[in-house]
């Protein structure tokens, strides 16, 4: 099953739901060489713990009416929460999904799977409720908060997006007697989320002790 | 409902920011008695903002709670006056802070003074450059205060916000290694300037071949162990990023809540009142004086505090707001150009040059705290303005801001949004990347202004604030002479490529630029064109003080927040060496 699959109880999402974005994050963000993508880097349970949020539902956005359209440059318009907009966007992919192709997303090729993302994305898609960039631009905003923000949100597992970039996480002490040195500095990356589970060292000020990464030649 | 009625005080101050916090301390080392309202809730700094809790990108940078809560109240927006202002829903082009400290909680340290020039921009570029220099619809204008009045003032703020930075004018006398366009400052900063990285080292070296004049950027992050003007310690900076948007855990980035508000809580005739949103400056029957303010309490409570003076100092918004919402002051008629309030809304322009080097490794997640390194080589008069055609000016940077990876990820132009060929771009460029940055500058114009929204309601009930505004060709002509500038020094560092940005048409609200928005409430000489004075006091209601970002007629190009703390040192000297001897009057 999915659900234990990830290791975390979902709140807010369906299974359908949850192999709908599994699919879709992974087109977004690939697991290759390079080390896990956004699927892997458990980025499902992060959306869905911020759709269980305030953020979810736009607890600190303004949200009173007349609701219009408005202009590009206007910004977000929409009567919709991102829950309902996850909802509903899914729902809706997958007709469109099922009219087109004959199947839901997530049984879509590769490639099927990224030209339907790159219609949402073009707004070419026309869904019953919302525009389709708005689900896209959505998913793709919360794809890289989840691949890259801390892991106590519950994804970028095993800081996977921070090793992707050479990120150490939680400042050092030290940054400052290297900040004008050209040496490289390279870490193993160190979260709020290892600080609490106490996997990692802090000194007084709660600045943590990072652990070198040797340089390989030619890296 | 009828307001509960509490005793008088001697003055009572709206908004705990930058602006208010010194404005109270003043007036409270003065003797008066002081009572400051803030709608955000209080913090204890060394229990919230610790390590490693700030150095959490998605909690601060994304979904602040010390940001303003847009549910409770935003501002309409539109383009341009044929268009239906639609509410700003969710924040993105700039972060108003609600919370007391206000918005200098999460400011990222840039302690610039203004140029003399930016005080009187129009009658000397007027007097360089004839009167047909500025658009016909610019109303930038002169403050009615100059740089050399406000000197004092701007050393008093610097020795409270513990700046660090090197001299280039002393007293008239230039010095190398600092800014020698600046204005003649009476003593060097009270702190170091902040070290440069390798990436500020580089572009010191390019600009300066090229035959620039580079200097460490002045910043409120402490570059040393500081106890300031109030008695207070400041910690030294660790560089350690998450700087801008989000609090520091080291009390190292000076703000009301390390350099002000410790010292002035210990005072009997000072009281801090939080979550109490203010919604009216109260006038007596002859409407030529204030009473006091009316203001919502946390429990929801309508409560009056009568009070002698009432300094208003809250964002450029409200302050703007509040006026309009007590009908002070003749509200702004951008048809007619008649009105005060509301005229001469301005914002900040920016724009960059991403550098990529294949070769070359930097460690981008060092730095924040204003660790800069930038030149004034284009910015002011130093401008040689022969054949440019635009007003203003911009001065060109490269910050290491501490390269956070929700916001923080370069990839050359060209590289797809997202997929297989995204993730190996950013993988390769995180640490190959810095970006030269254009900081410039933002004229006013007669069909940019802000007034109350027909439409369009906060959750009291009240009108939101409706902002019209758009880029003018003006500064578009000003950022692509800047670009162009910024690929000369791009292509002088050799890099394995560059990208540069294109100049955009439109003003939109969704990504973030700037929380440098300003004007509104301007101060001047004339009445007919400014809605303060230069002692920031009404004109039309002179036991009212209007301090902050909004008393700026046009935006300089380097950040306001300096400006504003100075602009605070000098209102509140204002009040006690002159009002206090004549209260009620307006002051010459």
Known sequence: MDESKHGHAFSCLTQMEIRFLDAAVERLIPTDDLGPGAKDADVTVYIDRQLSSVWGTHGRNYRSGPWLEGTPQQGFQSRLTPQEIYHVGILETNQYCKNVYGKNFEFLTPEQQDEVLQALEKDKVSLPSLSSKLFFDLLWRNTEEGFFADPMYGGNKDKAGWRLLGFPGVASGAYNTHINKIEIYRAEPVSILDIQQNKAKVDAQGYVKHVMIKQKDGQ | ?588
């Open chain 2, 1 to 588: 409902m009828t307001p509960k009625k509490l005793k008088p005080v001697d003055a009572v101050v709206v908004g705990s920011g930058v602006a208010g916090s010194i404005i109270c301390m003043e007036l409270a080392n003065a003797g008066l008695q002081v009572v400051c309202l803030e709608r955000g809730r209080l913090v204890d700094p060394q229990n919230e903002f610790v390590m490693p809790y700030t150095n959490d990108e998605l909690k601060f940078d994304r979904h602040s709670d010390i940001f303003q809560n847009l549910s409770r109240e935003t501002i309409t927006f539109r383009n341009q006056m044929s268009e239906t202002a639609l509410p700003m829903r969710e924040l993105g082009s700039f972060k108003p802070g609600e919370i007391v400290g206000g918005t200098a909680v999460h400011w990222g340290c840039n302690a610039r003074r203004f140029l003399p020039y930016d005080f009187e921009i129009r009658s000397r570029m007027t007097k360089k450059h004839g009167k047909d220099f500025f658009p016909e619809d610019c109303t930038s204008q002169d403050w009615g205060v100059t740089y050399e009045e406000l000197e004092p003032y701007y050393d008093q703020f610097e020795h409270i916000y513990g700046v660090g930075g090197k001299a280039g004018n002393l007293n008239g006398e230039i010095h190398t290694g600092g800014n020698p366009f600046e204005g003649p400052r009476s003593r060097d900063y009270p702190n170091p300037p902040t070290l440069s990285t390798p990436q500020g080292q580089l572009f010191a070296k390019t600009a300066q071949s090229l035959g620039y004049h580079p200097f460490p950027g002045p910043a409120a992050a402490m570059t040393r162990d500081y106890t300031n003007l109030y008695k207070l310690h400041l910690g030294e900076c660790q560089r350690g990023g998450f700087c801008s948007s989000h609090a520091c855990a080291q009390g190292a980035k000076a703000n009301p809540l390390t350099a002000v508000l410790p010292a002035l809580m210990k005072k009997d005739n000072f009281e801090l009142r939080p979550l109490c949103n203010v919604i009216k400056i109260n006038k007596d029957s002859t409407g030529k004086q204030a009473t006091g303010v009316t203001y919502i309490d946390a429990r929801g409570q309508l409560v009056e505090q009568p009070a002698n003076i009432v300094v208003l100092a809250t964002y450029c918004f409200n302050n703007t707001r509040l006026l309009l919402l007590s009908g002070i002051g003749q509200p702004y008629d951008p048809v007619n150009g008649t009105g005060v309030v509301g005229r001469n809304y301005s914002y900040q322009t920016g724009s960059k040059v991403q550098v990529f080097f294949d070769d070359q490794e930097f460690n981008p997640f060092i730095g924040g705290g204003m660790t800069s390194v930038q030149f004034d080589d284009f910015n002011g008069e130093a401008l040689d303005r022969t054949g440019l055609g635009f007003v203003g000016s911009a001065y060109i940077a490269v910050s290491s801001a501490g390269a956070t990876p929700i916001k923080s990820k370069p990839v050359p132009s060209g590289t797809p949004r997202w997929g297989g060929a995204w993730k190996k771009a950013v993988a390769h460029n995180y640490r190959r990347s810095f970006s030269i940055g254009v900081h410039g500058s933002c004229q006013s114009y007669r069909q940019h202004y802000l007034d109350l929204d027909p439409t369009y309601r906060d959750s009291n009930g009240l009108p939101l604030l409706r902002m019209t505004f758009d880029w003018h060709q003006n500064e578009q002509k000003m950022l692509k002479f800047m670009n162009e500038k910024c690929v000369e020094i791009a292509k002088a560092m050799s890099p394995s490529t560059y990208s540069t940005h294109a100049v955009p048409t439109k003003y939109s609200i969704i990504p973030y630029q700037s929380t440098h928005n300003i004007g509104g409430a301007v101060m001047g000489a004339d009445p007919s064109t400014s809605v303060v004075n230069k002692h920031l006091q009404s004109w039309d209601v002179p036991n009212v003080f209007v301090v902050g970002g909004s008393a700026f007629p046009q935006n300089a190009a380097v950040g306001p927040t300096e400006t504003i703390g100075m602009l605070a040192c000098w209102t509140a000297d204002g009040i006690k060496d002159l009002y206090l001897k004549r209260p009620g009057q307006l002051m010459v």
